[in-house]
């Protein structure tokens, strides 16, 4: 499973879940962890200005866990109403055209997809991170 944490200038984190992992609350908070460290390094003033995070309402997501990391950093959360599929942003903007740019192809191993997956994301113009954050408005 791949998570990936994206803004209006690119892809700021990408975290790949090894096989036979399951996503728990401490794993997320450990990936949010990780997300936090990489904001410092590459948007360094979105810390001082204040996180916005987009996720829905599974589990890891709203364990008490993750709402007491969530509120230890003041990182706000944009409502995601259940069964809202048009206001996951990944889904509807990034995940679609992923999932056509592979189809078709076969790899051998999964580090041959994931290193796939990172050269495609590495790629893609800053003007589509920007339009998908912009398309949030009118969602």
Same mark, same amino acid.
């Given at each position: 499973?791949?998570?990936?944490?994206?803004?209006?200038?690119?892809?700021? $984190?990408?975290?790949?879940?090894?096989?036979?992992?399951?996503?728990?609350?401490?794993?997320?908070?450990?990936?949010?962890d990780r997300l936090k460290e990489a904001i410092r390094r590459k948007r360094p003033?979105?810390?001082?200005?204040?996180?916005?995070?987009?996720?829905?309402?599974?589990?890891?997501?709203?364990?008490?866990?993750?709402?007491?990391?969530?509120?230890?950093?003041?990182?706000?959360?944009?409502?995601?109403?259940?069964?809202?599929?048009?206001?996951?942003?990944?889904?509807?903007?990034?995940?679609?055209?992923?999932?056509?740019?592979?189809?078709?192809?076969?790899?051998?191993?999964?580090?041959?997809?994931?290193?796939? $997956?990172?050269?495609? $994301?590495?790629?893609?113009?800053?003007?589509?991170?920007?339009?998908?954050?912009?398309?949030?408005?009118?969602?």
């Amino acid at each position: 499973m791949a998570t990936v944490f994206w803004d209006a200038k690119g892809v700021i $984190l990408l975290d790949i879940l090894p096989q036979g992992q399951c996503i728990n609350a401490a794993r997320y908070c450990s990936t949010l962890d990780r997300l936090k460290e990489a904001i410092r390094r590459k948007r360094p003033g979105l810390l001082r200005r204040g996180v916005v995070l987009q996720h829905d309402n599974a589990n890891p997501h709203s364990a008490n866990l993750t709402q007491q990391w969530l509120q230890r950093y003041g990182w706000e959360i944009l409502p995601h109403p259940a069964h809202s599929p048009d206001l996951a942003l990944s889904d509807f903007h990034l995940f679609g055209p992923l999932k056509r740019h592979l189809g078709g192809m076969a790899f051998e191993t999964e580090d041959d997809l994931i290193s796939e $997956l990172r050269n495609w $994301l590495d790629n893609l113009d800053v003007d589509f991170f920007r339009v998908g954050i912009n398309s949030l408005l009118s969602r």
